[in-house]
């Protein structure tokens, strides 16, 4: 039973993102700068923490790579209160991009090409990529042309409202052509 649970047990290597403070900066010497900006030197890291609890504040090492490490006296909890209302605003002005996919035949029919391409539109203007697909089944393979003059005609129809970013390329057993709104 515990060989078992050797086997199936896996480590996970594990980025530490996670800032130094107070005491577990364990350097010799650290250049410490006070949280208005002045800069007190280059000290040992006994002394910076010393300084750091008479004004009751943390020691805070925010550039560890730097030869001594520059170390900051502040208000640890503020920080990392500012740091993920940050985050937070800059998560907010992202915006995401999703790809519909939109799926063709070589023999379709033209009111549902039209159908599809007036799809196509109402994603394309909400902002979306549309991934448009010809697929082919069989004895369809023979008759690439149609594929291509299938999706040549879609084009047309989408051509005000999106724009492909690159030809139309076979893969596989699909003629795939990726469009991206107009701006």
């Known amino acids: 039973m515990l060989s078992a649970f050797i086997f199936s047990y896996h480590w996970r290597c594990v980025v530490i993102k996670e800032v130094q403070i107070n005491e577990q900066i364990r350097d010799k010497e650290v250049r410490v700068i006070l949280y208005t900006g002045e800069q007190l030197g280059i000290m040992s890291a006994r002394e910076a923490q010393m300084i750091a609890n008479e004004k009751n504040l943390d020691l805070v090492k925010i550039s560890p790579n730097a030869n001594p490490p520059v170390c900051k006296i502040m208000d640890f909890g503020k920080y990392k209160y500012e740091q993920a209302k940050r985050e937070k605003e800059s998560k907010k002005k992202q915006k995401t991009i999703t790809v519909k996919e939109i799926r063709l035949r070589p023999v379709i029919e033209e009111h549902d090409l039209t159908t599809k ?27 690439k042309d149609i594929g291509f003059q299938v999706v040549n005609r879609f084009l047309e129809m989408v051509k005000d409202a999106g724009v492909a970013d690159k030809a139309p390329r076979f893969e596989g057993n699909n003629i795939v052509v990726i469009l991206d709104p107009k701006k």
């Open 117 to 143: 391409a007036n799809q196509a539109i109402k994603f394309l203007s909400k902002g979306d990529k549309v991934k448009v697909e010809v697929r082919f089944r069989g004895r369809e393979l023979g008759h």
